[in-house]
């Protein structure tokens, strides 16, 4: 699947985390239109549907699933197809940066990006376990793909050493996202409203960004 959109913090999560369905996508149409249709839906704002996605498509549910696997295979590279140009789009909002102030701003920028998009809140309120299933465990690619992104981004801006040596990349990478994900499904782990500025704060705080 082509997701690089031209910056390399595109291609960083595919690499490190591909599945079985991210490889067809690169070489099977059948999944590329499956998958896509899938796509359209979701940001659409409605249930991925196995059973309709075969109908649009012309085909039987048998098809469909030996095209793309299972609903959850689907639904996860969905969901990292939509988080690559929340990153993308951080990376350049944040360029006049460099070192922790850009790694604040621009995981900032991708919580901030995920609480503002509807089709993602419908999604985590219609789906919540199975939200927060995807996203926040190692049973899909995606929190591979996100810790291995943000591992890079530290790596960048940070170097080897982070803090001074106080945490290794990966390490710091991991309190990141915990961070991330606490504040953007604040609302599904303990009932508080997701926030922007508190997941702001506690990045800065934890990257020790002064100011």
Same mark, same amino acid.
């Given at each position: 699947?082509?997701?690089?959109?031209?910056?390399?913090?595109?291609?960083?999560? !595919?690499?490190?985390?591909?599945?079985? /369905?991210?490889?067809?996508?690169?070489?099977?149409?059948?999944?590329?239109?499956?998958?896509?249709?899938?796509?359209?839906?979701?940001?659409?704002?409605?249930?991925?549907?196995?059973? *309709? /996605?075969?109908?649009?498509?012309?085909?039987?549910?048998?098809?469909?699933?030996?095209?793309?696997?299972?609903?959850?295979?689907?639904?996860? %590279?969905? /969901?990292?197809?939509?988080?690559?140009?929340?990153?993308? &789009?951080?990376?350049?909002?944040? *360029?006049? !940066?460099?070192?922790?102030?850009?790694?604040?701003?621009?995981?900032?920028?991708?919580?901030?990006?995920?609480?503002?998009?509807?089709?993602?809140?419908?999604?985590?309120?219609? %789906?919540?376990?199975?939200?927060?299933?995807?996203?926040?465990?190692?049973?899909?690619?995606? &929190?591979?793909?996100?810790?291995?992104?943000? *591992?890079? !981004?530290?790596?960048?801006?940070?170097?080897? %050493?982070?803090?001074?040596?106080?945490? =290794?990349?990966?390490?710091?990478?991991?309190?990141?996202?915990?961070?991330? *994900?606490?504040?953007?499904?604040?609302?599904?782990?303990?009932? =508080? %409203?997701?926030?922007?500025?508190?997941?702001?704060?506690?990045?800065?705080?934890?990257?020790?960004?002064?100011?």
């Amino acid at each position: 699947m082509n997701s690089t959109v031209g910056a390399p913090i595109a291609a960083v999560g !595919l690499a490190a985390a591909p599945s079985l /369905l991210s490889d067809r996508l690169d070489t099977r149409d059948d999944a590329m239109r499956a998958f896509e249709g899938a796509r359209e839906a979701f940001i659409e704002g409605n249930r991925i549907s196995m059973g *309709e /996605l075969a109908a649009d498509l012309g085909v039987d549910r048998t098809s469909l699933f030996r095209w793309v696997g299972n609903r959850d295979a689907l639904l996860s %590279e969905v /969901l990292w197809s939509l988080a690559v140009p929340t990153f993308v &789009q951080a990376e350049h909002a944040s *360029e006049h !940066l460099s070192g922790a102030p850009r790694v604040a701003a621009m995981l900032t920028d991708f919580v901030d990006g995920l609480i503002n998009a509807t089709y993602f809140r419908t999604f985590l309120r219609r %789906e919540p376990a199975r939200a927060l299933r995807l996203l926040t465990t190692k049973e899909s690619p995606i &929190q591979r793909r996100f810790l291995a992104t943000v *591992e890079w !981004l530290v790596r960048r801006e940070l170097g080897d %050493e982070p803090l001074g040596g106080a945490i =290794d990349p990966a390490g710091l990478a991991y309190l990141l996202s915990r961070v991330s *994900e606490s504040f953007s499904y604040a609302d599904l782990i303990s009932g =508080d %409203e997701p926030s922007v500025e508190r997941a702001g704060a506690a990045f800065r705080l934890l990257l020790r960004v002064d100011g």
